[in-house]
């Protein structure tokens, strides 16, 4: 993408970006306000084609809100996985509107996926990393599909496997943007409380991160703000910032759930 060599009559199979680029981009931006870099880089085109990627829980507003005030019209991609919190999806519609969100875009599971993977809609409970698979990574794969760069509202303080964050990355041959990388628990409650932002109606009663409302549990005092996700499981991350091992075969009995 920064590289401005390429012919347009000749099909370019090469990766949007390359690591030199986000290493370029890191060196660019260090130390610049978010706000700033996000104007920068959407009034600049630097990015190609750019989408955000929220999952509207507690921490969304933060990003959703920067993103807005540097560009509105930035499509923002919300994978509904057909479990959602009811109050996920209406904060999902309060968020659009407060912020006058242009491009507000929704996909989910194919139903066919579903029909042959996980028809009892039970997967959860016993392939926690399939269920993840097949309702949240595949259909953001697609979602993404066209984006040179994504924009991720992971930060370093949320869990163990998220420390050190640079604020672009690459994965898949995309430009991988972490606004928020740095930000302390503390930045994002200030910020809240500036812009008298929209909290999650879950938030007060327990719950510090939310996804999907069988997977996610609320969070005792002490506890990784995380660690009420896939409670009981050896499981910290979806497979959309990792990789994720679901079972081969459903239908083997060694894999069936013993209820």
């Known amino acids: 993408m920064m590289d401005t060599a390429r012919k347009l009559d000749v099909i370019d199979a090469r990766p949007a970006f390359t690591q030199a680029d986000a290493d370029a981009l890191n060196a660019r931006f260090e130390g610049m306000g978010t706000l700033e870099m996000l104007r920068t880089l959407f009034s600049e ?28 019209a930035i499509p923002v991609i919300f994978v509904d996985t057909l479990k959602m919190f009811p109050e996920t999806l209406d904060y999902r519609e309060t968020l659009v509107s407060a912020f006058g969100i242009k491009d507000s875009r929704v996909v989910t599971p194919k139903p066919e996926t579903l029909a042959a993977k996980d ?3 039970l997967r959860w409970s016993f392939d926690p990393d399939g269920c993840c698979d097949i309702r949240k990574v595949e259909p953001l794969a697609r979602a993404k599909h066209g984006l040179d760069t994504w924009i ?6 949320q869990s163990v496997t998220r420390q050190n964050l640079p604020r672009f990355e690459i994965e898949d041959g995309r430009l991988k943007l972490n606004p928020l990388g740095d930000w302390t628990k503390a930045d994002l409650d200030a910020y809240f409380e500036e812009h008298a932002l929209p909290r999650h109606p879950l938030e007060a009663q327990g719950y510090l991160s939310i996804g999907c409302e069988p997977c996610t549990s609320k969070v005792m005092p002490g506890e990784d703000p995380r660690a009420g996700r896939w409670r009981g499981w050896d499981k910290v991350e979806c497979g959309i910032h990792t990789t994720s091992t679901p079972l081969g075969d459903p239908d083997d009995p060694a894999n069936q759930p013993v209820f």
Do not use: C, I, M, Y
């Open 152 to 157: 991720s509202g992971r930060k370093a303080f």
């Open 45 to 72: 085109d630097t990015l190609g084609e750019v989408g955000v990627v929220s999952s509207f829980g507690t921490e969304s507003a933060v990003l959703l809100h920067l993103v807005a005030q540097a560009d509105p």
């Open 119 to 121: 028809d009892k809609g």
